[in-house]
């Protein structure tokens, strides 16, 4: 998607949402670089200041689309998305194979803290920032001075920080989405069950298992989550997690942006948790290339190359893991309200919080144990022999007439959908989240039928999941 003019100026489209971008491309080493600096400017500035980081973020994004890899900064002329500062760090690094601002910052211990702390389930830069300014040094010094937190995945994050930041592996994803597929088909026939994030754009690794559920009779989908979650409950699955009902109300859609979000991801109901995957999940199965994809069949497994491993890995250090995407471009946004929103829940060892309305319901998280001393629970449980690892799971509920919106936001990457967000705003003056597109003057919604038409509404090219990696 990069062309050479006629007077030698290269041209690439606009927006990140027009162009084709891969995990596997010819620009890694510079793009790693960059993403170092936009991480960097995201923890440092946070929600503050969210311009830089985006200006590294669209930088790396346009080079990711290049076809051809990049020998001379010389031959970016004419993008505008590269700027001085990207140009200046690039130089450096095409000159002297490494770049001395981007050594700086990953040998900066601040940095290295900061990226710790910020890996830990529902810590976002302001908390990050707190324990530093403490002394703490180290997930060890965060446990042992005890921090007190009373948010439920603070406090289990802590305790199964090696298991959650360990990838999870793309067989590990298919193993578990197979289950659901069951137990959902048998809960409600006809239910689709779709595997989202980074593995639907053919990551081999990820930091989570995003999954959508839908069910093509609109409205036969209520109750489904509360009977899942019951399923794998059963099954001994669950660990903890927190269902959230959906806020999504038709009165709301047509009000500005910000106030009908309130840094919110979405309003479908869902379940955010931690499950227990089995450890025989890890084993590679003969079959694990059949996806229910209904865009691309088996696509994502064939996309897989050694190269992702280490990308995902990164992002298995939550490079970007809990960042908000959206039309005011603050990554920090959501994480930071994510932050917020659950202090002052009490923490239980009920794998599923009071909103979860099973009262018969019993949590296998060591029931004996849990009862009083809650925050020793998590712990003793991550020490003692087990043969799981703790896994971060998200599943979302879609109605059948959003599905399709739901899909592409649930799919990304984080900045295609920041950026397809802001482009149907600035170019078509429609408003686009995971729940439709709407002309905001006309009050009307442009319903979709398939990912095909909601590419169509945006008058941009379709384009695989595989092909929204930027
Ligand atoms: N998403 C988003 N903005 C956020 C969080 C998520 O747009 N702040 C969307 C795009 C993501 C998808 O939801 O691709 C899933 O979120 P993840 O944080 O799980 O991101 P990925 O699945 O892409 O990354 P990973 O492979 O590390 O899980
Ligand atoms: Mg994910």
Redesign the pocket.
């Known amino acids: 998607s990069g062309d050479k003019e006629e007077d030698g100026n290269l041209t690439v489209p606009e927006w990140a949402c027009q162009r084709v971008a891969r995990l596997v491309h010819l620009n890694k080493k510079l793009t790693d670089a960059i993403e170092v600096l936009q991480e960097h400017a995201e923890l440092r500035d946070g929600h503050q200041d969210y311009s830089r980081a985006l200006a590294f973020r669209r930088a790396s994004c346009v080079l990711k689309s290049l076809p051809f890899a990049v020998q001379d900064v010389r031959q970016l002329e004419g993008l505008k998305d590269v700027g001085g500062h990207v140009k200046r760090v690039l130089s450096d690094l095409l000159d002297n194979g490494s770049s001395s601002e981007v050594q700086e910052i990953l040998n900066s211990s601040w940095y290295q803290k900061m990226k710790l702390f910020t890996s830990v389930f529902g810590i976002g830069p302001s908390t990050a920032k707190k324990w530093i300014d403490n002394e703490l040094e180290s997930i060890k010094d965060v446990k042992r001075n005890s921090v007190r937190s009373s948010d439920w995945r603070v406090i289990w994050g802590l305790a199964f920080f090696e298991d959650l930041n360990s990838p999870?592996l793309r067989s590990e994803a298919d193993r578990f989405l197979s289950i659901v597929q069951q137990e959902a088909e048998k809960l409600l026939p006809g239910v689709i069950v779709q595997l989202?994030?980074?593995?639907?754009?053919g990551?081999s690794?990820?930091?989570?298992?995003?999954i959508l559920l839908t069910h093509p009779k609109e409205g036969s989908e209520l109750g489904l989550l509360h009977n899942l979650l019951l399923a794998l409950e059963k099954k001994d699955l669950i660990l903890i997690g927190h269902k959230e009902k959906s806020s999504f109300r038709q009165e709301i859609l047509f009000q500005d942006f910000k106030l009908s979000m309130r840094g919110q991801?979405d309003h479908f109901e869902k379940w955010l948790g931690i499950c227990k995957f089995p450890k025989s999940f890890q084993e590679q199965r003969l079959d694990s290339c059949l996806h229910n994809d209904d865009s691309n069949s088996n696509s994502n497994c064939l996309s897989d190359h050694a190269a992702q491993d280490l990308d995902?890995v990164k992002?298995?250090e939550?490079?970007?893991?809990?960042?908000?995407?959206?039309t005011q471009g603050n990554?920090q946004l959501?994480?930071a309200s994510q932050e917020k929103s659950s202090e002052g829940t009490v923490p239980t060892c009920h794998s599923l919080n009071e909103s979860f309305d099973g009262t018969s319901y019993e949590p296998s998280a060591k029931k004996a144990k849990c009862g009083s001393s809650l925050d020793a629970c998590p712990d003793d449980l991550a020490d003692s022999e087990r043969d799981w690892v703790a896994r971060?799971v998200?599943l979302i509920i879609a109605p059948y007439s959003q599905y399709y919106y739901a899909l592409v936001?649930?799919?990304?990457?984080?900045h295609?959908?920041?950026d397809a967000r802001l482009y149907a705003q600035k170019v078509l003056g429609l408003k686009l989240t995971?729940h439709g597109l709407f002309d905001m003057a006309k009050k009307e919604a442009l319903p979709s039928s398939s990912e095909a038409e909601v590419f169509h509404h945006l008058k941009l090219p379709y384009r695989d999941p595989e092909d929204r990696n930027c």
Not at 205 to 210: L, T, Y
């Open positions: 999870v989202c994030g980074g593995f639907r754009r990551k690794s990820g930091h989570d298992v995003d991801l995902s992002h298995c939550h490079s970007e893991a809990d960042t908000q995407t959206q990554s959501h994480k971060r998200d936001g649930w799919t990304g990457s984080k295609f959908n920041r995971s």
